[in-house]
């Protein structure tokens, strides 16, 4: 075997999944493409064509820094994307305070709505029954108007035609005629 195959190791004996070779891969041509005039990584690079992971301690080393670099990017991405989510909760929460804030409100509007349209529709029958007993007397006092207009008219028919009798057998009082 050759120096540079006893330096290599094939990357699918590494214990890792297809997506992890495939980012070791990746993470190997980045290092090389950075080092592009460096043997090392015109060597890592050759290595990471053939599915093999050189084990000499400045491509290695490289990888590592890779790693870390790409890492602290990921981290910042997800303190940021943290943050940010953190800011739209808050956002959501407010919202809903102030929907619930807004919705309590509605709430207190309908039920004084509601007690209003109570106390109109008490007023209302309380005035639909006084305006019936209002009606109730009128008809009963334009009845007795009529009884006694009745009664009235006829008591004069019957003076009238009292007096008339009285005068028809002469015993009108003054001698003069009423009529």
Known sequence: MSSSQHQAIPDTQLGLTEDEVQLLRHGQQAVAAAAANSTSSRAASR??????????????????RHFDRLMQH?????EYLMEQSQIVTLNVYDRAGNLIDNADAEIARYHSLMAQIDELELDFDRIAHIRDIVRDYRRRAEELERELERSGSSSRRERHGHRS????????????QRT
């Open 47 to 64: 290595a990471s064509s053939q599915g093999l992971l050189i084990l000499d301690s400045s491509s290695l080393s490289a990888l590592g």
């Open 74 to 78: 990921i981290q910042q991405q997800l």
């Open 165 to 176: 009798s009285h005068r028809s057998h002469g015993h009108s009082s003054s001698g003069r």
